[in-house]
């Protein structure tokens, strides 16, 4: 039997692999078995997958039919609360003010020592609660408030438990080298990670990628490449961030080795970027971050000018508290002047690519994971168009309604 019929549509909009942005009309989708089998006019689908006959059936009329939205950028795993930095930063306070003071990423590291796994485990059931309900289906999680070994799996095996427990795909990330703890020198640092950290990690199959911070006072373009080569020595995939205050080299670096994306990159320069897309490395922007910080966005024109195409994402931590995707699409256009159907590419299919998902994840095409949004409005573009609202309505993940407002 059919799991779920969608039908009526005033509009299903999926891009392909190839970023093309399809939109059917009074359109359809049948999914069976947790995957798409059928997308279309509303007459040709329910032709062959009638409503009735399906285990369940969404009357869209007058909603649009996407893809779900793909994270590929978050620390949704953490303790701790720093509403009040966010005051500190709107009196002239900046994120690197704030961390020389004992605040930002080593205040939440103190807090995530302090907490038990299991609180870590309900924190990030809340925070996808929150991510699934604006219609993110698959998000990455990492890991980096621990920086040191018993913490830093304490927080993966949260990501993994939470994953178990909730319809969301959860894709674990490895990222020890987030920032440098208060007893240790960068060096001395960057050889616990390598040392100690990454071996626990890889032995108990905790993660999938391992990320650094690449960025001036925190990790160099050396220390970068040590902690990636070693990870991929462990057999996790590198991601990186890089060029977000200052342009040190971490694109070039990401090209070298091949990353699968290199995140932030609001310093790259045109040669960074080029050097991204003959690589196959994926830009990911993150303009709820520069909107949190109020620094100048990303430069998504260059990319484009490029033929280089980018996935968004919340960069959902405690230092930019928006778990929407919604909004991320919102900021990507009206910060970035990026168009709607741009931005709902980088949301989806090109966002899948952020985190190896090839298997379809991000578009809706026919045999692809049956995971969709019914959003309430009559057109993609509405989206952006209506920003600051929730729009999502109905949200699906392997042929099942998860959630429905």
């Known amino acids: 039997m059919t799991d779920l019929v969608v039908y009526d549509a005033s509009q299903v909009a999926t891009p392909t692999d190839d970023g093309e942005m399809v939109t059917v009309q009074d359109g359809a989708v049948a999914i069976e078995d947790g995957v798409v089998t059928a997308i279309g006019s509303t007459e040709s689908v329910t032709r062959n997958y009638p409503p009735e006959d399906a285990m369940n059936a969404i009357d869209a009329a007058g909603k649009t039919v996407l893809p779900g939205f793909v994270d590929p950028h978050t620390h949704a795993v953490f303790a701790g609360d720093r509403a009040d930095e966010y005051t500190a930063k709107l009196e002239g306070a900046d994120y690197q003010d704030i961390l020389a003071e004992g605040g930002g990423i080593l205040r939440t590291v103190r807090a995530t020592r302090d907490a038990s796994r299991d609180q870590l485990v309900e924190n990030l059931l809340v925070q996808l609660d929150v991510m699934l309900a604006h219609g993110t289906t698959t998000a990455e999680v990492k890991s980096g408030y621990g920086l040191d070994v018993e913490t830093e799996v304490k ?140 620094t100048d966005y990303a430069d998504a024109s260059a990319f484009e000018a490029a033929d280089v195409p980018v996935a968004i994402a919340t960069d959902f931590n405690p230092n930019c508290y928006s778990q929407s995707m919604e909004f991320t699409i919102d900021l990507a256009c009206n910060g970035m002047r990026m168009t709607p159907a741009a931005a709902v590419r980088g949301a989806t299919v090109t966002a899948a690519k952020a985190i190896d998902r090839t298997d379809g994840t991000g578009t809706l095409q026919e045999g692809a994971p049956g995971d969709l949004v019914v959003a309430d409005v009559p057109d993609y573009q509405h989206l952006p168009y209506n920003f600051g609202v929730q729009n999502v309505q109905t949200v699906v993940k392997h042929g099942e309604v998860v959630h429905r407002d």
Do not use: W
């Not at 909730?166 to 050889?191: I, L, N, Q, R, S």
């Open 155 to 294: 927080m993966l095996e949260a990501i993994d438990e939470a994953a178990d427990r909730h319809p969301v795909d959860v894709v674990p990330t490895f990222m020890g080298a987030h920032a440098v703890p208060e007893d240790a020198d960068t060096d001395e640092y960057v050889d616990r990670v390598v040392e100690e950290q990454l071996p626990v990690v890889a032995k108990n199959d905790l993660a999938e990628f391992c990320d650094v911070f690449c960025e001036a006072g925190v990790f160099s373009v050396e220390h970068s490449r040590k902690v990636l080569e070693a990870g991929r020595e462990h057999g996790l995939t590198p991601k990186i961030h890089a060029d977000e205050f200052e342009r040190l080299g971490g694109s070039q670096l990401a090209a070298d080795i091949e990353a699968t994306s290199a995140d932030h990159l609001l310093q790259s320069t045109e040669a960074d970027i080029t050097a991204l897309g003959e690589a196959n490395v994926t830009p990911v922007l993150l303009p709820g971050t520069a909107f949190s910080l109020a």
